[in-house]
């Protein structure tokens, strides 16, 4: 089971990172479950400073950018 | 009846009737204002939506894919030298605040996670003023002194405002929370002075595209004026050069894009709108159908578009019905701004300071607010004093600011945005 967190403050790149990874951890056919923070205080516990960040089981994978969804499933992978 | 979930459509539709029933049309000012804010949005719409900010979308969406973010996070960071920190927090704004929406997240990560209170402070306040899109755009429609009078104010102001904050609260500059910032290694894709050369070619194509007429016909502004054109188009030609070098964009493609723009220049050398645009829409549609980084860039571009440009609509229509065109009378009467903010008073240089900074703006809709402000009497210092505390602060953000830094320094902050506006603001007016 993969815990996958998006950090964003709610702008459209944030939206749009939450539904890439949400395609991309869909097709790779793993457990997953997905949690949007919008809580800025939270940021500062993963060390994330520029939005959207993408966080899994704990680790930072993705911060300030939206990558595609190939390169998303390999983050998700790793 | 339900009236626990049906007050709300009754409450919708009873104020829309009182809005009909009293709607003041075949009153002459109230007519006049709509057509003014009509009128407000043609002249928008021909005088700088091709030109200016079409290209400047572009330039936006090349600096947040091209310029990697966390290259200027590391000069911000808890180890980082004090002074290089304030340095690079009062300009950094212009390429890392091209969104309003990473302002505050920024903001609280400096402070709590990088280089403090001072460094932070000094971001927010520079930050939303100094972006690409807003220098362009009150440049080029304010004028270029109060553009740049903006940029410079900001960023000098805001190592004041940082400083000031710093030594107000030496004492309680709390402990820095052990977590280290996490910022991922950026890919380097091609070297500096490449990405130099991609922005310096946009950026002469924004600036000699918009260059205006000089008053007298000779000497060294006119020459450049006569010559605009080719400037401009000799830009775009290295523009595609740089795109087939160093961004592995096909050579056929470009071909495809030169060729048409440079037959319309010549059938329409009178009309310089139809090939820019032309060229636009090529770039566009190269761009787009990339696979890679050039793919990316396009969408960031029409990110951009997408989010600023309905604002900018909204806030062109409100700001013509209000205050109309220059030397036009919208709703509000002429001789009300000029006794709120005409001259260079200290009163009117702080009622514009207070305003600014309670009053919400949305993004780049400051700038025609302000046009008609001035068209009706606002002085120059108390229209610097406006731009400099409007952005930075509005009443939703100081609540987003008390919940990061808490009510006292939230106050000292705020104080400080008013006062610093309005000693800036009366310089400029003294001088202009």
């Not at chain 2, 900001?154 to 904050?165: D, E, H, N, R, T």
């Not at chain 2, 809709?365 to 008609?372: A, R, S």
Request: overall charge neutral; hydrophobic content about 55%; charged content about 15%.
């Amino acid at each position: 089971m993969k815990s996958i967190k998006i950090l964003g403050s709610g702008c459209a790149k944030c939206n749009k990172l939450y539904e890439m990874t949400n395609q991309a951890a869909s097709q790779l056919e793993i457990e997953f479950e997905m949690e949007k923070v919008t809580d800025m205080a939270k940021f500062v516990e993963f060390g994330v400073m520029i939005t959207p960040a993408l966080v899994v089981d704990g680790e930072v994978k993705v911060s300030g950018s939206v990558p595609s969804v190939e390169k998303l499933k390999k983050l998700i992978k790793s | 009846m339900i009236w626990k979930s049906e007050w709300k459509p009754l409450l919708w539709i009873v104020s829309g009737f009182l809005v009909a029933f009293y709607l003041p049309v075949g009153i002459p000012r109230f007519d006049k204002a709509i057509m003014e804010a009509f009128h407000l949005v043609k002249w928008y719409a021909q005088e700088h939506v091709i030109l200016c900010l079409v290209p400047a979308f572009f330039i936006a969406g090349a600096i947040s894919v091209f310029i990697s973010e966390a290259s200027v996070m590391k000069y911000l960071g808890p180890a980082a030298n004090k002074f290089v920190s304030y340095g690079v927090s009062s300009v950094s704004g212009s390429i890392l605040a091209v969104c309003s929406c990473t302002v505050l997240p920024l903001f609280s990560g400096i402070y709590r996670m990088g280089a403090g209170l001072g460094p932070a402070t000094a971001f927010l306040y520079s930050g939303p003023a100094i972006n690409v899109l807003a220098i362009i755009l009150t440049a080029r429609i304010l004028g270029a002194p109060l553009g740049i009078a903006r940029a410079v104010g900001a960023i000098l102001f805001s190592i004041v405002i940082g400083l000031l904050m710093h030594f107000l609260f030496r004492k309680e500059e709390q402990e820095k929370t052990a977590v280290a910032m996490s910022v991922p290694e950026p890919e380097i894709k091609r070297p500096l002075w490449q990405n130099g050369v991609f922005f310096f070619l946009m950026i002469s194509i924004l600036v000699f595209a918009n260059w205006g007429k000089s008053d007298s016909s000779s000497g060294i502004w006119y020459q450049v004026y006569s010559l605009k054109w080719m400037i401009t188009g000799l830009s775009a030609l290295g523009l595609t050069f740089v795109l087939y070098c160093w961004f592995s964009i096909k050579w056929w493609k470009l071909l495809l894009l030169i060729f048409p723009v440079a037959v319309l220049s010549y059938l329409f050398s009178s009309i310089p709108m139809i090939p820019f645009v032309a060229g636009a829409i090529g770039l566009s549609i190269i761009t787009s159908t990339d696979k890679d980084e050039a793919e990316e860039w396009f969408e960031q571009t029409w990110d951009f578009a997408k989010q600023i440009l309905p604002l900018l609509l909204f806030g062109v229509l409100i700001a013509g019905l209000l205050l109309g065109r220059p030397g036009q009378e919208g709703l509000i009467p002429s001789h009300w701004v000029n006794w709120a903010v005409g001259g260079n008073s200290l009163w009117s240089n702080l009622f514009a300071s207070v305003v600014g900074a309670f009053m919400y703006f949305a993004t780049l809709t400051e700038i025609p607010i302000l046009q008609g402000l001035i068209g009706n009497g606002m002085g120059q210092g108390p229209a610097l004093a406006l731009l400099l505390s409007g952005p930075a602060l509005s009443l939703p953000n100081m609540l987003v600011i008390r919940s990061v830094l808490g009510t006292q320094k939230t106050i000292a902050f705020v104080s400080l945005v008013i006062v610093m506006s309005t000693i800036c603001g009366m310089i400029y007016g003294a001088l202009f």
